[in-house]
Structure formats: C-alpha cells, structure tokens
C-alpha cells in the first residue's frame, strides 16, 4: 500500500497546527520493532484440499510520537509492516498503517482543533477469510485510509451548561472496488447541554447538517439533517425520567420515507459516579426505536451493555471518530486502580501490543457499501483486573437492513455483502484471559465464535478461533511473545470453508 499524498499532509499538518498553536510541548519519541515469524499450514485460508503451507516472517519498524502541553494532546504511531513468505514469495507486501491524532485548544475554553489520519487494512466481506492481522494471503482485504479535520467553538457558561458550535470536513479513500467508494463528507454540528445549576432539571438541544459526496460517476450526494430539543426531570434522589422531540430529514432513495419526527422517552438511574443505567423507547420514520446504556465499574470488574439503532453507511462509520472498542474497554476496567491518565494509556497500550487476540474480540466488521442501512446493536461486555490477571467475556448482535432503493443502490452494490442479502446480521462471543506465572512471564488463552447470517441468501457462516500463548518480558524494553492459534469456518458454501493452524513467535524492541 502507498501512503498517498493527501493522508501524509493531514497527519503532520495536524501535529504542525496543534504544535504551533499551543507553543512549546513535551514531545516524545519512541522508535520500535517488531520481528516475527509466523508458521501456518493454510496460509492463503484456502478449502479444504488447497492448503498451502508457509513461514511467514514479519519485519515491522515503526514510531510513536507523544506530544503533551497544557493545551494540547497528540499521538502518531506508524508501523511499516514488512511481509514475507518463505514458500510464496509472490505474497510479500509492504502495508503502512498509521494511526495519529491530535487535539488542541488555540484559546482557552472557546477555540479547539480535532485532527485525525488512519491507515489500515480490512476485510472487504464477511463472506470471504477474516485476516485481521494482515499475516494471511487473502483477497479479501482493501486498503482503507480516513483523516479528518474539525474545528470548532466550545463553552462553559458557569454553571448554566456547555455549548458547542463544529464544523467537520472527513474523507475516505479505499481501494475495495464495487464496495466502498471513495467519499468526502461536510458536517455542520451544535449543541447545549444543561450543567448543574438546576440539580433537578436536564435541558438541552442539538442540530446537525451533513452532505456526503462520492467520487464515482452516477452516485448522487447524501444530505442528513436532524434537529431535537432534550429534557429531563429529577423524580426520585437517583432517577430521571428523560425525553427527546426532533424533526430529521434525509436524501437517500428509498421505497419508504426518509424524514420524520422524532421522539423518545425513558429514564436514567444514577446511584453514584460508577454506576448508570439508561433505558429508553420512541419513534423515528423507520419504526419503533429501543435504547440502552448500562456502565458500571469496581474496584476489580466493569460491566457495561448497550443497545442501538440508527441510520448508517460505511462511509459515516469509518469517518466517525474510532470507536476503539478494547481501548475503552480496558481503560474503563483499569479506571479505579489507575488513576493517572497518560499512565493508564501506556498500560493499556502495552497489554494490547503483548496480546494481539484482544483486537477481535470487540465488535463486528463493518460492511463496505455505500448502501445506507439501519443498523441495531446490542452489545455486552464484562471485565475483571486483579493486578495478576486480566479476563473479560464480549458479547454483541448486530442487525443491517439495506434501505437505498432505485438507482442509487444499482450503483452503489457492486459487490457487497448487500448484494446477495439486503438483510445480514452478526452474532458474537468472545474471551481472554491472562495471568501472570512469574513477575515478567504470563500466560493467556482465548476463544471467539461469530456467526454471519445472509437471511434473504438462505446462507450461514461461521467462525470460531483459540489461542494460547506466553508473553516474556526480558527488558523494560524488549518482550517476546509466542502463540498457537486454531482458526475454522463453516459455510453452507463449500467453497468457503477453511481451518487453519498456526504457531507464533515476535520479539518487539522499544527504543
């Protein structure tokens, strides 16, 4: 993959802006390697009777520059993932994949700046091979690259509540062809929230307007608008009882409405500031809609769930802030045993680096398709941290419906998993845990099922991986992982199924 022009400029203008707004900053650098050698008996995922078998060895260096001040936060961690196949050299491949982001405020509490660039590689289907470590040959991968700038207005008016005026620009460029087309979104952005100068009274009110613009031929623009008033009413010492009223509009082809009122009611149960639970119903112009929030953390264990639904493209999820999943996860979990922030960081950091299993353990793949869809989302997480062991169980279902109809899904189908199935949903169970044998050794196990259904298709696919490895810290600077992994899909197409059983060893230096 070549890092293209226009990424590069986003990622260190954003430093550049951020660094010269804010003036003088702590900046730190921090090159790494990772050296790896992969021995697989399936390397291109392929059916049962086609297996190649390879040494894959893995030669990655990188940077990671912090930069900290009092007006600023900014990240870069770039790897050049070097690839190389010792039976099939035909594979051998360079990916860059960057992940940078920066946050600055030019004038205190009114002006800030969100700046972000992303480099990866994703899977184009979830009809084809998973490769989320980009180790395997397979086809079934494009090249994904999103930045996006935002600058905007914030304040706190005392007591009285918080507002914010935001203008984003975001674009996606990929190379998946017939999948996702290359888009440029402009968004216009405010809202006011209540502070705590009415302790028994929530109040608040958002709008938004965004145009999304797509680089192919024939592929009309989008425009999402959506406007809603919130309120809320303390009715017991911990319980609010809460409700939103809104108008939305969208510019999507489609069989049945497209615009409409909004409304929704619930409550909000807050016992203290480790616990909420959310529970809300209403109505948008596409049916009956259902919420849920519930986070709650101790001293050793989080628990959170949720539950979703909204209107969404590819394009609107790749181009919305990342979600980061395990990072959240695990930043949560640590939250009331690590106080400091940038220590928790690097701690989490770190255990997602030694422990590579956690990266699919949260969430789904997103479908690559212009297609607007509805999706539902539930999702439940559960995590423990006893200082010598770490385990969490991850839990989701999501449901896509396909909604553009007429000439705008013609053109934007290709093919997508929407062009077999306009509905397609994703069940999944994941876990992990790690223990520590000895002051620098630990061990750890995982296991992740994901079942794929393309209901208007008639099909059915799984997928089911185990893991177990040791982890070794030599040096402050320099550990060493090994790990054997299990991987199996079953498909009521035959050409689709594959198992494959690998064994893993990568030293990673710090410098």
């Not at 952005?189 to 965004?210: C, H, I, P, T, W």
């Not at 192919?216 to 989008?222: D, F, I, N, R």
């Not at 062009?419 to 750890?444: D, E, F, H, M, W």
């Amino acid at each position: 993959m070549r890092l293209q022009r226009p990424l590069s400029i986003v990622a260190l203008a954003s430093f550049a802006l951020a660094a010269g707004a804010v003036g003088a900053a702590d900046w730190q650098f921090q090159p790494h390697v990772m050296i790896g050698e992969t021995l697989t008996d399936n390397v291109t995922l392929a059916p049962s009777g086609q297996e190649k078998r390879d040494l894959v060895q893995q030669l990655s260096p990188g940077l990671r520059i912090d930069g900290k001040a009092a007006r600023l936060n900014a990240e870069l961690d770039y790897t050049m993932q070097n690839l190389f196949y010792t039976e099939n050299s035909e594979f051998n491949r360079t990916n860059h994949l960057v992940d940078a982001k920066a946050k600055a405020e030019f004038v205190q509490d009114l002006v800030f700046l969100d700046a972000r660039a992303n480099a990866r590689r994703e899977s184009i289907s979830q009809l084809g091979p998973s490769n989320p470590e980009n180790l395997n040959a397979v086809g079934n991968q494009a090249d994904i690259r999103t930045y996006l700038l935002s600058p905007y207005l914030a304040h706190r008016f005392a007591e009285y509540g918080r507002g914010e005026l935001r203008y984003t620009y975001t674009r996606i460029d990929s190379n998946a062809q017939d999948g996702l087309f290359d888009s440029q979104t402009n968004r216009f952005a405010g809202e006011f929230k209540s502070g705590m100068a009415y302790r028994d009274v929530l109040y608040g009110a958002n709008f938004s307007k965004a145009r999304t613009d797509y680089r192919v031929q024939g592929t009309p623009s989008t425009d999402v608008e959506r406007e809603t008033v919130n309120g809320g009413y303390r009715v017991l010492s911990h319980v609010f009882l809460i409700g939103t009223l809104g108008h939305e509009s969208n510019s999507y082809a489609a069989v049945g409405p497209t615009s409409g009122s909004i409304w929704e009611v619930g409550a909000r149960w807050e016992p203290s500031k480790l616990t909420t639970v959310e529970v809300t119903t209403g109505h948008r112009y596409f049916g009956t809609t259902y919420g849920l929030r519930i986070d709650h953390r101790s001293r050793l264990m989080y628990w959170n769930a949720g539950l979703s639904e909204d209107i969404a493209t590819s394009s609107s999820a790749y181009g919305a802030p990342a979600s980061q999943a395990t990072i959240s996860f695990f930043d949560a979990l640590l939250k009331t045993q690590i106080e400091d922030d940038t220590i928790r960081a690097a701690y989490v950091r770190d255990l997602l680096q030694r422990n590579r299993y956690l990266a699919t353990q949260f969430g789904s793949t997103i479908v690559l398709s212009n297609l607007t869809y509805l999706e539902k989302h539930f999702e439940a997480s559960w995590g423990l941290n006893t200082g010598k062991s770490t385990a969490m169980i991850n839990v989701y279902d999501v449901v896509r419906t396909a909604q553009s109809s007429g000439i705008a899904a013609t053109t934007s189908l290709g093919t997508n998993d929407f062009a077999i199935s306009q509905n397609i949903r994703t069940i999944g169970i994941g876990g992990y845990v790690t223990t520590k044998l000895a002051p620098k050794l630990s061990a750890n196990a995982g296991a992740n099922y994901a079942r794929f259904e393309f209901t208007d298709a008639g099909r059915t696919d799984t997928v089911a991986t185990v893991s177990v490895g040791l982890a070794q810290q030599f040096t402050p600077k320099a550990y060493g992982t090994v790990d054997l992994r299990r991987a199996q899909r079953s498909s009521v197409v035959q050409a689709a199924e594959y198992h494959e059983d690998s064994l893993r060893a990568v030293l990673t230096f710090l410098f």
